[in-house]
């Protein structure tokens, strides 16, 4: 296998559909909201966002199911409100076949998401496909981290055994998967499935991943 490359994957709309952790926030949050308080559920989802955008996707509290049932008194579990939407898990149609050929080809691969231990291991159950992975970090429940500095990165980078040039990630937020590793010296791609750019860094599917890795002598020695 070789170990010249460590292909890095986001999880939360980069693999898998967005529908399940859209329907756990703002849906499943909501309407629990709604029935503890004797509310219309569009009233609920309006004043728990409100208190969702107060935090922000840069703090911890974001992506932590637990504080936020805490917060809002919630008569329930995390485990509870995953299990009542796993039925939405998903994959996008291409990843199984993506991940099969970019395993072959002898990339090692990982995944690297800001989303909590609990939604990853419950997505990765239900869509079968952590067996593709050699490692899978979870930066908010392993680290204590977000992707929002290269703090991340580098321990990743670390705990891998190779160096950031030795580092490929891909995932969908502009900021998070490719701002940030870029600045350690990863090869970074931003997946933007609306098609709406088209520059040399944004990528529109993970086809179009595996065409641009065509050129790289690693993958093809390996195929």
Not at 134 to 144: A, K, L, N, P, Q
Not at 192 to 212: A, F, G, P, Y
């Amino acid at each position: 296998m070789s170990t010249r490359r460590v292909l890095s994957f986001d999880l939360d709309g980069t693999i898998t559909d967005i529908s399940f952790v859209n329907s756990v926030w703002l849906e499943g949050i909501p309407s629990l909201y709604a029935t503890k308080n004797g509310l219309g559920f569009e009233d609920a989802k309006t004043l728990v966002m409100s208190e969702y955008l107060k935090v922000g996707k840069d703090r911890l509290e974001w992506y932590d199911l637990g504080y936020w049932i805490a917060k809002f008194g919630l008569a329930t579990s995390p485990r509870a409100v995953l299990s009542s939407f796993q039925h939405r898990i998903m994959v996008f149609p291409e990843v199984p076949a993506v991940l099969k050929e970019l395993k072959d080809a002898g990339f090692r691969l990982v995944v690297v998401t800001n989303a909590r231990r609990e939604f990853v291991d419950l997505e990765l159950e239900n869509t079968r496909i952590g067996h593709f992975f050699e490692r899978v970090f979870s930066s908010t429940s392993d680290f204590g981290l977000i992707k929002k500095s290269t703090d991340i990165y580098r321990k990743v980078c670390s705990t891998c055994g190779i160096s950031p040039e030795e580092m490929i990630h891909v995932g969908d937020d502009q900021c998070f998967d490719f701002e940030v590793p870029s600045k350690l010296g990863i090869t970074a791609f931003y997946l933007d499935r609306t098609r709406e750019n088209s520059v040399d860094h944004v990528i529109n599917s993970l086809q179009e991943l595996c065409r641009k890795l065509e050129n790289d002598k690693e993958f093809r020695r390996n195929k």
